[in-house]
């Protein structure tokens, strides 16, 4: 019923930047508080950040003061600006409702290496 798709995963030095978007398409309800996962190999999944439809964030210790979460309503996309990447951000990114959640995409993947 709901699509997430998830885009902008690549290679990228450490201390580089990199902008990551989920594209949520079928049908769906509005004014859903919206989130960021990662999952490393062999590694647990994680929450990342939240947004809610009005604006509402909230980030893990682990990117505050790096990353940025945002959201366009009107495009129904949520994105994820990462700054300053460390090679423990490297997994693959994935976006999906903070509650009720939607089966997941295929996510994204980003690596961070020199």
């Known amino acids: 019923q709901v699509q997430l798709v998830e885009s902008g995963g690549a290679l990228v030095q450490p201390g580089g930047s990199l902008t990551l978007s989920c594209a949520v398409s079928?049908?769906?309800?509005?004014?859903?508080?919206m989130a960021w996962y990662r999952q490393a190999p062999g590694k647990q999944r994680e929450w990342v950040a939240q947004?809610?439809?009005?604006?509402?964030?909230s980030y893990a210790d682990f990117v505050k003061g790096r990353f940025t979460i945002s959201r366009d309503n009107s495009k129904d996309t949520l994105y994820l600006q990462m700054n300053v990447l460390k090679p423990e951000d490297t997994a693959v990114y994935y976006c999906?409702?903070?509650?009720?959640?939607?089966?997941w995409g295929q996510g994204t993947q980003v690596t961070v290496s020199s």
């Open positions: 947004i809610t439809y009005s604006g509402l964030i």
């Open positions: 079928g049908r769906t309800i509005r004014m859903r508080a």
């Open positions: 999906n409702f903070v509650t009720d959640l939607a089966s």
